[in-house]
């Protein structure tokens, strides 16, 4: 007798319909939670994730051009919570137009 593989083989790939999140449910990690017109507001903190969609690089980019002085260096509010300051990225993307 011939084996095959069955859809219950730990090496048989299954495709399974992706599912979209349910209204509510909390979003992906890569979606910012803030949004991206808080660039505009005075003092306001602004999470990694914004700061590179903002500018349109990367989050290692930005880590890259603060460690190079490129970039302005981010605030630190805690041991994981790192912010970019609104007017500083702002005086930064005029600079670099």
Known sequence: MQKTATATSKHATATR???RPEPGAPRSRKTPDQPLTI???PGALMMPSVTSAVTGLSISTLYRKVSAGQFP???R???RCTRW???DVRAWLK???
Request: charged content about 20%; overall charge positive.
């Open 73 to 75: 260096a981010p605030v």
């Open 95 to 97: 600079a670099a137009a």
């Open 39 to 41: 660039v505009q507001v």
């Open 77 to 79: 509010l805690g041991a």
């Open 85 to 87: 300051k609104a007017d």
């Open 17 to 19: 319909p992706k599912r």
